[in-house]
Structures are given as C-alpha cells and as structure tokens.
C-alpha cells in the first residue's frame, strides 16, 4: 500500500465521527519521550499521527509550538532522530510529516521525500511551500507514493483553493482560523465555511486544524463536516506539563476520541 | 511573466504560510496601481521632499579622499529625516497602506532605524504601529526604541533565539498571519515573499538615481566604484540599481564579516557562498546548516547581524554584476572612529563597514559611498569599555 492508500483507508475506516489526528513535536521533549507520546496517542485512538520537525524559525507556528521546537532542538533533536519517530509510529498508523520548506529543499526534495519514504511515513505537510512553489516537492512525493497535504486558510481565494483541491493528495488541510497554530476558547467564525468551500473543491477528505483543543471543538468541526481533526497545541502543552508527557497526552487524545465517538 | 519581479534568477519566490497569499496578491495589485498614479507619486515625493528633505547632498569627503589620494563622495542619507535611507521606504509603504485601507502597521527591526521611520511615518499619517525588535537590539540600540515610543509606536520585545532581527522578522511575520486583514507589514529591507524585494528596491532607488546625477553633475563622469553595507541590502541596491546599466561602474555591497568569515560568527552569506536556503519566504544566500537550520548570524552592528540577504543581492553576485565582501566588527569600529574625526561624521555603525573597505582600498580612480545613516544610535556600543582588556 502506498503512503497516498494507506491515509485514503486509515479515513475511511476511522468508526468516529471524524479521524482523529494528533499531532506531536519529534523530539520533544526527547526523541525517546516523544515516541512514547506517539504510540500513547495511537493506544488512545488516533488515526493519522502528523509529527512535527523541529525547525529554528517555524512561521506558521504559535508560541507553544515553537518553544517545544526549540527545547527539541536543544536537546538535540535532529532530522535522523525524528525519522526514526516516523519509522516507529508507522509501524502502527500512517504518519505525516509536517517540515518547513528549507530542510525539505536543503538536502534537495527528491533526497528528502525518498529518505521520508523510507521510514513508511505516509505523506508530507510543508507549511510555507504554498501551491506555486511546490511542484518540485510535489513531483518527489508522487514518486515515491507519498501525500503533499496542502493547506486552505480562510484567507484562500477561490481561484487558488480550485487548484490547491485538485492538485492535492491524501487530504486538505483546513486552517480554522486566519493566525498561527494555538489553542483558542472556541473556534474561529468561519471555520465551518472554510470546511464546506474546501469540501467544493476536492474528492479528498478534509481534515481541520489550529485551534482545536476540546473534543466539544472536535465534534464541532465533525459536525461541519470535517472529515479529520488535527489537535496540535493542547497535546504539545499536555507534554511540557507533565512528569508523564505519554500519559497525559494519552488522556487527552482518549477524551477527544470519546468525544468523536458515533452515538449507538 | 509577474509585472513586479517574483524571481531574480533562481532566488526570491513567495514561501509563507497559505494565509499570507492572498495579501501578497492585494499589495502586488495595489503596488502596480500605485506607482502609476501620479497622486501618489507627487504625495510621496511631496513629502520626501519637505517632510524628509529630500534630495540628500552628495558629498565630497575633503580629508578622506586627501589622505586616499582619490576622491570619494558621500550620498549622506544620514541627513534624510530619522538619520537613515529608511525614511523612502516606510514612507513609501504606509501611503500605499493606507490605499488599501489598512490603518494598523507592523514592522521588524534591528538597529532601530527601520522601526524609528515607520512609527515616524505612522506619527505623520495617523496609523497604528507596532515594532517587532529582539532583546539584544533593545539593549545595545536603547535610544531608537525610546524614539519609537516617544512617536506613539508600541515596541514589541522578542526574546526567541539569539535576540535580534532575524527573530524579530519572524515575530513580525507571525503577527502578519493572525492580522492580515487589518494589517500592513513593512518590511523594511530588501528581503522577505514578492512582491517586497522589488517593491523595497524601487521606493530605496531614489538613492541612486539621485546620486547618479549629482556626481555626473560634478565631476562630469561615473564613479570607477559604488560602495554600500549589506544586511538585507536595501541602502545597496537602492544604490545599485541606479548603476545596474553602467557596466564600468562597479558596485561593491559590504557584508558583516563580525569576529571573521572563517568562523561561525559573522553575517556575510553572500561573501562566503554557502547554500542557497530560505529565510523569511524567499530564496537566497542564507546562513544554515547541514539539515537546514538557519544559524545565528553574528555583528557589531544590529542592522547587519541577519543570517540571510536579499534574493537579487544574490543573483547579482551571480552574474558577477556586483561584488560581495566582508568587513570584521573590529575594522568597521575603527572606521567609525576614523570618518568622526577626519570628517566630522559619525556614521552608523553598519554604514561604518562600506566606509572601512573603502578605505582599506589602495587603488581606484572615483569611490562613491552610500553613507546610509547616522551613527547617533551606536554611540553606548562603540563607546562602551571592553571587559576583556
């Protein structure tokens, strides 16, 4: 099964009311802990897990997420380390990869996305490679069967989201909000909009994403049909709180799943 | 093919967040427009005229070219309101913000002189600013950030990283994401997503333009060499590209060389040649290492420690148009003592670095150099007593 299959099946076959898709800092708050934090989401009941790389400057990024960036960094977190991550968790779910676009292009995307491959990842988010200067990234993810997740903010215009729905594989990322990723009290007004606009223009699923931190959001999105929920920050904050980063991210990775769960 | 420049050769290009794409296609359209209609350019060169004191003389250095042996003129931006060439930039940016019906206005800024133009320019048309300005700049540039609160702008101390401009664009960057509809960035150098280096060239080419007819006007003929300091690059190639088509004139851009370009701690990108990369959503010379990761640059001076350069710095050093060297702290420190004494100018201290190189020069028939700005600013830093010695 290729990369591009094995998200299109893990969707399909999720029996929540929408996939629930965490998402971690690789190597934070080590590489060790952080791989513990992965199968503790996929234990709770994660259905895609999007692992970030840590980056020295992550633009799309709100303050928790780049400080968890910069202490896995510190503590010297590095593109092997977090590859063994992808290798250890796609053993149990498909992974997607979320890099900024200079450690994807520095090595060249083709050697990038084929060590990516490598590891049975799955798919390849770059948050600043926006749909003009991706077709060399692209070219490499489609070679090697490997998802490049584009994302849609509200801010998309139509003529752009046409061409980002059709070029896009795996599944559309939706951005809830016009900001960086961070937990919010509710979710941003239009992010049903984006959702449904979004949906208009692919087959794919449609997955929402910054935030969402509660599973009332979680259901929220699912309801506005959201195919997917990405919860990054809360899980990120959950690690750096706790003496047990797995445990307690676990716990709230069980209680969104709770919260996706279809009523029998 | 883009009516404002996206590439310059294999550099620049527009990497950011999904969210910013739309505002880049606005200020591109509003750019385009814009720079057509005559009423903003009579607004802008109204007020760079008798606001700003445009244009800036072009100055003969008497003691310097004397002890030269040559001549070397002087395009004294220094004596553009707010002491630096910054003033045509965010003036030119703020009209067009306000064409577009953005009153909130955010800005990055190193040695201080960026931020100090743009609360300036926000001050004159009534607009809310904030300034973007890491803590190791807030230390060492303190007079700039009190100017900048003294005109109303709110300065926003960035402590990630290694504390200056590149953390500080980011941080501006991040602000632009979540207030992009209210908000317009000024970015205050040639670097950044299209449209802006090519927008930032053409609102600093009034530098050279200027100084191209005053010396044709003077000394009847080119300068041999055009010479200017590289952070971004946006004295520079508001200099250059005045000169771009005048193949005998060559044009030096100065880059801070900090304890020396064999080790890790300077910022000279396009002086040591390393990876291309991208930084702050272009392409071009960056600072990074193995896996990517953009390191630390390292100056004297604020306005020239930032790991990156603007994209068309490096295409020109491609082509071998334009020539890119380096100048340690220590060299620029000395020229910035020696230009206050021999000519009763205190430079900045990154405009220190253009005038360093030149006077290291033995050769050469007729030097012009951009004095960017004063060096009012670096007084406490170039002053202050070295705890080693």
């Known amino acids: ?25 690789g190597g934070y708050p080590t590489l060790a802990a952080s791989i513990g934090i992965g199968q503790a989401c996929v234990t709770a009941g994660a259905d895609i897990i999007e692992l970030g790389m840590p980056y020295s400057d992550p633009l ?189 991210v676990g716990a709230v990775v069980g209680e969104l799943a709770t919260g996706l769960a279809i009523a029998r | 093919m883009n009516v404002v420049e996206h590439r310059f050769g294999p550099y620049g290009g527009q990497f950011v967040p999904e969210t910013l794409m739309r505002a880049l296609a606005e200020l591109e359209q509003a750019w385009v427009k814009a720079r057509e209609d005559p009423s903003y350019r009579e607004e802008l060169e109204g007020l760079l005229r008798d606001f700003g004191g445009r244009p800036t003389p072009l100055y003969k250095a008497r003691r310097l070219s004397e002890k030269a042996g040559r001549p070397i003129y002087l395009k004294r931006e220094d004596l553009n309101h707010t002491g630096s060439h910054k003033l045509n930039n965010a003036l030119g940016q703020a009209l067009l913000a306000r064409r577009m019906g953005k009153r909130r206005i955010i800005a990055e800024t ?132 005045a000169f771009l088509e005048d193949e005998q004139v060559q044009l030096i851009g100065v880059e801070a060389g900090g304890e020396g370009i064999d080790t890790p701690r300077h910022g000279a990108p396009l002086t040591v040649g390393g990876r291309v990369g991208i930084l702050h959503g272009s392409r071009s010379a960056v600072m990074q290492d193995e896996e990517g990761q953009i390191l630390q640059a390292h100056s004297v001076s604020a306005g020239l420690d930032y790991p990156g350069a603007g994209p068309q710095h490096a295409q020109l050093r491609d082509s071998g148009r334009a020539r890119y060297v380096a100048v340690t702290d220590l060299e620029a420190i000395a020229a910035f003592k020696e230009m206050a004494r021999l000519e009763g100018i205190i430079p900045a201290l990154e405009t220190a670095h253009a005038l360093a190189w030149t006077l290291a020069q033995v050769d050469g028939g007729l030097d012009l150099v951009c004095l960017s700005g004063r060096g009012d600013k670096d007084l406490a830093e170039v002053l202050k007593p070295t705890p080693d010695k």
């Open chain 2, 110 to 241: 190193g040695a201080g002189q960026h931020g100090v133009a743009t609360a300036t320019v926000c001050a004159l048309l009534d607009m809310e600013c904030v300034v973007y300005m890491g803590t190791e700049d807030t230390r060492r540039q303190r007079p700039n950030v009190q100017r900048m609160e003294l005109l109303g702008a709110s300065v926003k101390p960035v402590d990630a990283g290694a504390k200056t401009l590149k953390e500080a664009t980011s941080a501006a960057i991040r602000d632009w994401v979540t207030n992009v509809e209210s908000t317009h960035y000024v970015i205050g150098s040639v670097v950044g997503p299209a449209p802006y280096p090519a927008i930032v060239r053409d609102l600093q080419r009034v530098i050279g333009d200027e100084a191209r007819a005053q010396i044709l006007e003077v000394q009847g003929r080119l300068p041999e060499r055009v010479i200017a300091c590289v952070g971004g690059g946006s004295n520079a190639i508001g200099t250059f590209a």
């Open chain 1, 60 to 248: 799309a990024d709100g303050p928790v997420i780049h400080a968890a960036g910069t202490e896995a960094l510190a503590a010297g977190a590095n593109v092997a380390g977090v590859l063994e991550v992808a290798r250890t968790l796609a053993q149990s779910v498909p992974v997607v990869l979320m890099c900024y676009a200079n450690m994807v292009l520095a090595p060249g995307a083709e050697a990038f996305v084929e060590r990516l491959a490598k590891t049975g990842a799955s798919g390849l988010i770059v948050p600043d490679l926006p749909l003009g200067e991706a077709p060399e990234v692209l070219a490499a993810c489609t070679a090697h069967g490997l998802a490049l997740v584009p994302l849609v903010a509200p801010t998309t215009t139509p003529e752009r989201l046409a061409a980002i729905g059709k070029s896009a594989k795996g599944f559309v990322y939706t951005v809830s909000v016009v900001g960086t990723t961070g937990e919010r009290n509710a979710l941003g007004e239009h992010f049903a909009q984006v959702v449904a606009r979004a949906k208009a223009s692919t087959e794919l699923p449609v997955a929402l994403g910054f935030g969402i931190s509660t599973p009332e959001h979680a259901r929220q999105a699912a309801q506005a049909g959201a195919d997917g929920v990405i919860v990054g920050t809360r899980l990120v904050r959950a690690a750096g709180e706790s003496e047990d980063p797995a445990g307690a």
């Open chain 1, 1 to 25: 099964m290729t990369g591009v299959e094995r998200i299109a099946d893990a969707f399909a076959n999720t029996g929540k009311q929408a996939a629930l898709m965490p998402y971690l800092m």
